[in-house]
């Protein structure tokens, strides 16, 4: 019971998919955040329609009934009603709109000067991840590849499919730039918690801004079908305090540095 629970608080601590969920995973950046009020604001016209529809319907039921109605009115035309039935759903399609598009271009929008920039390489079925800000003249480099971990693998508390050996390590609270491209078929990059989902494709760099506001660790898929293990190239990103990721960059240099 004990392992149960310690495994529940360790899972329930991650931004990754649970069973039988509904809704959203929690945001942790603006466009995710955006995304959600979004949704919920769209989803309160929807639930103002669907109330309107059923009070129609059922009151069409009720009223015009063959026992009460045995002699139905014919009615073939009516201005009045087409008309507002075409300026209203006109208006709330406008204030849906509105924040939508604003939404859409803002997740357009590239931060001219990103504090780290890093490049999401896929192959089939596994992703190569290059800190481009690291590399040096004499070979330097910060790349490594990412593979998912075997179920036989797993430790306790790790989720199953959407570990990986290598994750993406970036500091928390920091403007980052996550260029996307693939070396042989067309993948995607995609993190749920952090609202992005950019296409890799052959021979052409696509790019994307994300600014991770607390510190976590954020799991996503390849969500594009890429092949035979399409299923088996999850993603993990794995924000952190700016000092822990200072660390964790000497930690990754260092190795390189001895071996020259």
């Known amino acids: 019971m004990i392992v149960l629970e310690w495994l529940f608080l360790t899972i329930a601590a991650c931004d990754a998919a649970e069973p039988w969920q509904l809704g959203f995973q929690d945001a942790a950046t603006p466009m995710m955040q955006g995304i959600i009020d979004l949704h919920h604001d769209i989803f309160f016209f929807l639930i103002l329609i669907l109330v309107f529809v059923l009070w129609i319907l059922v009151r ?82 910060l790349t490594f590849d990412s593979y998912m971990i075997p179920e036989d693998d797993l430790e ?3 989720l199953r499919l959407l570990e990986v050996d290598n994750r993406v390590v970036v500091p928390a609270k920091t403007h980052l730039r996550i260029i996307v491209t693939s070396a042989d078929v067309l993948h995607s990059w995609a993190v749920p918690s952090l609202g992005v989902k950019c296409d890799a494709v052959p021979g052409r760099l696509n790019q994307i801004s994300i600014l991770v506001q607390r ?33 964790w960059v000497s930690n990754q240099l260092i190795p390189q540095t001895g071996e020259a």
């Open 60 to 141: 069409a039921l009720w009223h015009f009934h063959y026992q009460k109605n045995p002699i139905p009115q014919r009615i073939v035309h009516g201005t009045t009603i087409e008309i507002l039935w075409t300026i209203f759903p006109s208006i709330i399609l406008m204030f849906i709109a509105i924040p939508s598009f604003a939404l859409l271009y803002s997740m357009d929008e590239v931060v001219v000067d990103p504090a780290i920039t890093i490049k999401a390489i896929g192959h089939q079925w596994y992703w190569t991840y290059e800190y481009s800000d690291y590399n040096s003249s004499d070979e330097q480099s």
């Open 156 to 158: 306790l508390g790790q």
């Open 215 to 247: 510190e976590g660790v954020y799991y996503g898929q390849c969500s594009e079908i890429c092949g035979t293990n399409h299923a088996f190239m999850p993603i993990v990103v794995e924000a952190v305090s700016r000092k822990d990721y200072g660390s």
